[in-house]
């Protein structure tokens, strides 16, 4: 079984920073991307960042494309969100995801499409 685990949430300022990590655990197994949804209260979980591993390349939802930054390490199935400039509007359990099988970056774009998931991790901005 795979088990993907956060860490890095908390509170903070409007205009402060925050890094979130994942880990993948349990058995062993290749991705192809991984990625980072949110979902805040009341709301449809939404998708914030995604990185494929061939090549590197990194999709980022309009509302924080300039302010968040994915990283990862293929070999380790681990997955980053570098947040900066945090608005109130970023309030959210944030989770991460891994799919396993290739996919068009598109529909990278859609939760449905992974096959893993974390339990999430809490992020607060205060006003």
């Known amino acids: 079984q795979v088990q993907l685990v956060e860490s890095g949430g908390g509170v903070v300022q409007a205009g402060g920073s925050l890094r979130l990590s994942c880990a993948a655990s349990?058995?062993?197994?290749?991705?192809?991307?991984m990625g980072w949804f949110r979902q805040a209260p009341g709301k449809e979980r939404e998708f914030v960042a995604a990185?494929?591993?061939?090549?590197?390349?990194?999709y980022y939802a309009d509302s924080v494309k300039g302010r968040f930054t994915i990283s990862g390490d293929y070999a380790k199935n681990t997955v980053d969100l570098e947040m900066n400039s945090l608005k109130p509007e970023d309030t959210a359990v944030y989770s991460c995801?891994?799919?396993?099988?290739?996919?068009?970056?598109?529909?990278?774009?859609?939760?449905?499409?992974?096959?893993?998931w974390g339990q999430g991790t809490q992020v607060t901005v205060s006003s």
């Open positions: 349990g058995r062993t197994f290749s991705s192809y991307a």
């Open positions: 990185i494929r591993w061939s090549g590197d390349s990194t």
């Open positions: 995801a891994a799919r396993r099988q290739a996919l068009t970056h598109l529909l990278l774009r859609v939760g449905t499409k992974y096959d893993y």
